[in-house]
């Protein structure tokens, strides 16, 4: 996720909604024998247990919730990943109605992207996260964003690393894994220490924390997945399956960015890091999109699980 033209900040304060159509994804049957040809059947693209981060649709859901959830569940997502959290509801809703909405559906909610404010999750307020999350029968609540006034320092770092800790251990109570979702920043020097590495990495406790690793913003600071999985076994619960549509040097701001592709679209090898997804402790796989080039997002996430169901995961 980034900042557009709302803040990172900004969105994850308001509760959302969305709504549109509907898409089926079918695959074709093969001829066998000297039988005439069976008729056209349809593969359940839920099978294969792709999750799609709602930011992705964050237009449509602030418009219409039950029609936006249709059309993701029809497109085939059998997982969702929430970024609509305030006030104690998910996309203005009380937790238990909107579980009861995605369940419905034939979708179950995984994970959700909490608030952000300047001094980041307080253990004053982690109880209460952990209560609403724990209503929803979340599996993971994410950290999502760290503002940029946050990022100055070493010692800013080291006190959330110490700060997440503690909020691990509050969700832990209450059946709830807690965890970080990187952008590129997280990989820029500081004060000559690596945050991502010198300090998240070393200084979170795994079994309370895990990282929520985005394929896209890793790649677009000019590390690579494979490598970091490896040399970090079992860190990473969570992959935010993201392409993009060029290759470029290092960089380390979100601002201004645009080259966000539906998965398999783009340039990012995503055959070659799911092939060590066990070393990872991958778990689950979550399509997220920033921005639609075409201006068409449910077309894109359609793009992103065909591709994923007949080309990726193949």
């Not at 006034?149 to 909020?167: F, L």
């Not at 992959?239 to 960089?251: G, L, Q, S, V």
């Not at 201006?295 to 193949?314: A, C, M, R, W, Y």
Request: hydrophobic share 40%; net charge neutral; with cysteine.
């Amino acid at each position: 996720m980034m900042k557009t033209t709302r803040s990172r900040r900004d969105f994850l304060r308001v509760s959302a909604a969305g709504a549109l159509g509907a898409f089926v994804l079918t695959q074709t049957s093969c001829k066998s024998g000297g039988k005439p040809a069976p008729a056209t059947t349809a593969t359940d693209p839920k099978s294969f247990g792709i999750c799609l981060q709602l930011y992705t649709i964050r237009d449509a859901m602030a418009a219409d919730v039950p029609g936006s959830l249709k059309r993701v569940s029809d497109t085939g997502y059998k997982f969702v990943e929430l970024a609509g959290y305030a006030d104690g509801k998910f996309y203005g809703m009380d937790p238990v109605e909107f579980k009861k909405l995605v369940n419905d559906l034939g979708m179950e909610i995984i994970s959700s992207h909490t608030q952000v404010e300047a001094q980041g999750i307080t253990l004053d307020n982690a109880k209460k996260m952990a209560e609403d999350h724990a209503k929803l029968g979340v599996k993971y609540c994410m950290q999502p964003w760290v503002v940029e006034e946050a990022r100055k320092t070493v010692s800013s770092y080291q006190k959330m690393v110490a700060d997440w800790n503690q909020v691990g251990g509050i969700m832990k109570e209450h059946g709830i894994m807690f965890g970080y979702h990187n952008h590129n920043f997280e990989f820029d020097t500081v004060e000559g220490r690596i945050p991502y590495f010198d300090i998240f990495l070393a200084g979170l406790d795994k079994n309370l924390v895990t990282m929520e690793l985005d394929l896209f913003w890793t790649t677009k600071a000019g590390q690579n997945p494979v490598e970091i999985i490896k040399k970090y076994p079992g860190w990473f619960q969570l992959f935010h399956m993201k392409d993009m549509y060029t290759n470029e040097a290092p960089f380390y701001t979100t601002d201004g960015v645009k080259d966000f592709a539906p998965v398999g679209e783009g340039v990012i090898n995503f055959k070659d890091i799911l092939a060590v997804k066990d070393i990872a402790g991958m778990k689950y796989m979550i399509v997220e999109q920033d921005q639609s080039r075409d201006g068409d997002p449910f077309g894109d996430i359609q793009k992103s699980i065909t591709n994923l169901t007949t080309k990726i995961l193949v």
